[in-house]
Antibody, heavy 130, light 110 residues
Framework: QVQLVESGGGLVKPGGSLRLSCAAS????????MSWIRQAPGKGLEWVSH????????YYADSVKGRFTISRDNAKNSLYLQMNNLRAEDTAVYYC???????????????????????WGKGTTVTVSS | QSALTQPASVSGSPGQSITISCSGT?????????VSWYQQHPGKAPKLMIY???KRPSGVSNRFSGSKSGNTASLTISGLQAEDEADYYC??????????FGGGTKLTVL
């Protein structure tokens, strides 16, 4: 079945680095936009970054720009998030999520969205603390 | 960019209808018809319930509906059921390929 499994979370000191991974299965990973979304303890969701199917187009939230790097390896069906210069406010559960697709019967075209996420992993916890 | 504004909590009795609002600006909710809603049960991953303001993904009950007027989007749940008790988040495209979530609304089924 369609599945996303995050890993790589843990406890890190401020200023430290961490690399998150997301293993995809059950679908053609290379066809889909992928995103990272985080949720601080007791708080709401925050979009972090997304990457196009080929990896050629990438966007970041202002809060992580210059510190985080999203990437993907379509041969390994994997999504990554390299997080550098971590701060206490980066403490959160990090989810990877797949962009929604829509097949238009009339035009016989498949549309790929990055702004809707239809499959989510269970998340991996990142704690930044001294 | 500030988070979209949602009420912290709403409640309703089984069988009733409730509406959750999501207020933004002309730079996000009001500027695009790219609004979505997610349901999140405690300790679980979010689930897409509504996209394109009012469309339902396959498998989502037709008790869930979405709408938008100006800078405010709304999620309505009709025929409230116990399993609808969860947190709900709106999300909007906010230009320059960025997304903005709401602060979340806790729905309590009385």
């Amino acid at each position: 079945q369609v599945q996303l499994v995050e890993s790589g979370g843990g406890l890190v000191k401020p200023g430290g680095s961490l690399r998150l991974s997301c293993a995809a299965s059950g679908f053609t990973f290379s066809d889909f936009y992928m995103s990272w979304i985080r949720q601080a303890p007791g708080k709401g969701l925050e979009w972090v970054s997304h990457i196009s199917s080929s990896g050629s187009t990438i966007y970041y939230a202002d809060s992580v720009k210059g510190r985080f790097t999203i990437s993907r390896d379509n041969a390994k069906n994997s999504l990554y998030l390299q997080m550098n210069n971590l701060r206490a406010e980066d403490t959160a559960v990090y989810y990877c999520a797949r962009g929604l697709t829509y097949y238009d019967i009339l035009t016989r075209r498949t549309y790929y969205y990055y702004y809707y996420m239809d499959v989510w992993g269970k998340g991996t916890t990142v704690t930044v603390s001294s | 960019q500030s988070a979209l504004t949602q009420p912290a909590s709403v409640s309703g009795s089984p069988g009733q209808s409730i509406t959750i609002s999501c207020s933004g600006t002309s730079s996000d909710v009001g500027g695009y018809n790219y609004v979505s809603w997610y349901q999140q049960h405690p300790g679980k991953a979010p689930k897409l319930m509504i996209y394109d303001v009012s469309k339902r993904p396959s498998g989502v009950s037709n008790r869930f509906s979405g709408s938008k007027s100006g800078n405010t989007a709304s999620l309505t749940i009709s025929g409230l059921q116990a399993e609808d008790e969860a947190d709900y988040y709106c999300c909007s495209y906010a230009g320059s390929s960025t997304l903005l979530f709401g602060g979340g609304t806790k729905l309590t089924v009385l």
